[in-house]
């Protein structure tokens, strides 16, 4: 069984919302896994001294048309939401919390999340928020607020996060195949190509 | 005849020559000319408050191996320079004094000056070696060097600059279809996709 395709990305991302609508379905055609692994870009930001794309004049606006456009491309609805970007930090703890007890379903909810903040205008930032998210998924409330709030869940998450700029991501989404790193949500079909081929 | 397709590249973009290399063939395929513009990012990078992707942590080392294994996608030969990145403004000027004499040829020069950059090590940030290119390119070195220093070649070049700027070039290379805007040589397929469909 060859290693699972690892997708780091943060739950503000629209790319990483985009690339998150197809990255499963990719590896599958390639007889891969996906290991999922949310991480925050502000952290990232730190060291590389960049910050939100839609806050660099000129880029920025380039950006939001572009999300739209690239959407289009995608089949994949979306719409930019009021408060963006936003801080994540809660989103990655629900997902944590539940990859510990049921990685598949993680994987789900972090779909559920992306989507209600890209297609419904939730504010992902507040916790609740979140909750309210998990809870319409099937999962129970105080168990995901619990979940939010534990110490050890708050450390993995934490963990995570360090061991993403670790690894070298700095832009979300940022795909590994067999340690070969990819990033952006435009690079879906050289993932592909990757995976059919083993690399150029 | 529809609109040529605008095409705004900086000379020490490695992605600009890589989309070089492919874009007047692409655009033939559709019955398109090719607008050659070379601008300097250094201008841009006053308005966007970015700097050389290889400064940036973590993202310069990630761009590193990106311009290897995307030259060897497009198959085309590629070498990082020395003296990277540098400035271009002779380069530009070269380009901008042939233009005003003969368009198609300026293009050919700038795919020499690029190739002498990206796959001979020629540093194109010193003004006699762009000169000594154009003179293999087949051009007379004493009227290139007039003209690099010609004080309407220099206004011509800041002016195509500020009017890149104006339409909102940001990166390199940037290209236009019909008032569409594409960043990077990775949207190559988008640009094909666009001219082929009329946009999505």
Redesign the interface.
């Given at each position: 069984m060859p290693a699972p395709i690892e997708f780091y990305f943060d739950f503000s991302s629209p790319f990483g919302y985009l690339a998150s609508e197809k990255i499963d379905a990719l590896a599958a055609k390639h007889g891969r896994e996906v290991l999922w692994r949310p991480f925050l870009l502000g952290a990232?930001f730190k060291?590389?001294?960049?910050g939100p794309l839609v806050s660099?004049?000129?880029?920025g606006?380039?950006s939001q048309?572009?999300f739209m456009?690239s959407a289009?491309?995608f089949g994949v609805p979306f719409r930019l939401p009021d408060n963006f970007p936003v801080g994540t930090v809660s989103a990655a703890r629900a997902f944590y919390w539940l990859d510990n007890q049921d990685p598949s379903r993680a994987r789900e909810l972090a779909k559920a999340i992306y989507r209600a903040y890209f297609t419904e205008n939730v504010d992902i930032s507040i916790a609740e928020n979140v909750v309210a998210v998990a809870a319409k998924f099937g999962l129970d409330a105080a168990a995901v607020t619990a979940g939010i709030n534990d110490g050890s869940v708050k450390d993995r998450t934490k963990i995570e996060v360090e061991k993403a700029?670790a690894k070298?991501?700095?832009?979300s989404p940022y795909t590994i195949v067999d340690g070969e790193?990819f990033?952006?949500s435009?690079?879906l079909?050289?993932i592909e190509r990757w995976l059919a081929t083993g690399g150029?």
């Open positions: 990232t060291t590389t001294g960049l660099v004049p000129m880029k606006e380039y048309h572009d456009r289009r491309l700029l070298g991501v700095f832009g790193p990033w952006g435009d690079r079909d050289q150029w």
